[in-house]
């Protein structure tokens, strides 16, 4: 999983960089990208926690930080080099930030 991240010292891009649909078209047509989308602004956000027998809603993302999670990208790769790879390329890699972190499924052993 890809989770495409902002970040306030993220650069502008270069010249040659690739723009986001040359991105999803590239891993796309190699049959890396699975699944992706944006996501709406922390404004939107609602973080939800249960306690005791208590539900506590509120407005605005789980945690304050200077950086958000914009987006998703779930690929399938060979190993986490080509993982990196990926992320490597996408655009926000230079003006936000990329985390690459594997699915762990619940029916896993370990």
Same mark, same amino acid.
């Not at 509120?58 to 789980?62: E, N, R, V």
């Not at 950086?67 to 190993?79: F, L, M, N």
């Given at each position: 999983m890809l989770f495409i991240c902002t970040d306030p010292e993220g650069e502008e891009p270069r010249p040659g960089d690739v723009d986001i649909e040359a991105w999803g078209a590239d891993v796309d047509a190699r049959g890396v990208w699975k699944h992706g989308d944006r996501l709406r602004p922390v404004e939107a956000a609602t973080t939800v926690r249960r306690r005791g027998d208590g539900l506590l809603v509120? /407005? &605005?993302?789980?945690a304050e930080t200077r #950086?958000?999670? %914009? &987006?998703? /990208?779930?690929? #399938?790769? %060979? /190993?986490l080099d080509e993982a990196i790879a990926v992320a490597a390329a996408h655009p926000m890699a230079r003006a936000g930030r990329i985390e690459v972190r594997p699915v762990w499924p619940l029916d896993a052993d370990d």
């Open positions: 509120t /407005d &605005g993302p789980f #950086e958000t999670i %914009a &987006g998703y /990208d779930v690929i #399938e790769c %060979a /190993d």
